[in-house]
C-alpha cells in the first residue's frame, strides 16, 4: 500500500489551515496615539489560530489576562514585565488584557476572537475605573462589519 498520496493530501491539509493564521503584533508604548501608557493597537479583531505577539517597545510594561476576562477554552497567560510574549488565539470570545504595572493609569486592550459580539457582561469584574473607561474606549473602537 502506497502512503504517499494519503501523505501528502495530510501535509497539504495541514499547511493549509496554518496559512491562514495571522500574527497580530501589538506594541507595549509609554506613549502613544492614545495617550499615555497604552498598548497600540487598542482592539484586534481576531480568529482562532490566530498569534498575537507583545512587543516591550517600552520599559516597564508587561501583557497579561485581566481575571474574569478570558473566554472558556482560552488559557490565560502573564508576561514578564520588559519581555516579549507570544499567545495562541484558541476559543472564541473576548479577552482582556492589561499591563499589571499601569492597570490604575488605564492600560488595557481588547482582543476579540471570532465574529460573535461581546458579551454584554464582559465589563462586570471588579477594575480600577479609568481601566473600565479605557476597556470601553478600546471596545468603541471596534471595526464594523
Known amino acids: ?9 495530510l501535509a ?4 493549509s489551515s496554518l496559512a491562514f493564521a495571522e500574527t497580530h503584533e501589538v506594541r507595549m508604548l509609554n506613549k502613544g496615539e492614545a495617550g499615555a501608557m497604552v498598548f497600540e493597537p487598542r482592539f484586534i479583531a481576531a ?5 498575537v505577539k507583545f ?8 501583557a497579561e ?11 490565560a497567560f502573564k508576561g514578564k514585565v520588559n519581555q516579549e510574549i ?21 492600560m488595557v486592550m481588547v482582543i476579540h476572537v471570532g465574529d460573535g459580539e461581546i458579551a454584554e ?9 479609568r481601566a473600565k473607561a479605557k476597556f470601553e474606549d478600546a471596545i468603541a473602537e471596534r471595526p464594523q462589519s
Open 12 to 15: 497539504l491539509a495541514l499547511t
Open 1 to 9: 500500500m502506497n502512503l504517499t498520496p494519503t501523505l501528502a493530501a
Open 47 to 51: 480568529q482562532p489560530g490566530d498569534t
Open 86 to 106: 507570544e499567545i495562541e488565539l484558541t476559543a472564541e470570545g473576548t479577552i482582556g488584557v492589561i499591563c499589571k504595572p499601569h492597570l490604575g493609569m488605564g
Open 55 to 62: 512587543l516591550a517597545v517600552d520599559r516597564g510594561h508587561n
Open 121 to 129: 457582561d464582559f465589563l462586570d469584574v471588579r477594575m480600577p475605573k
Open 65 to 75: 489576562t485581566m481575571k474574569g476576562m478570558v473566554p472558556e477554552g482560552q488559557k
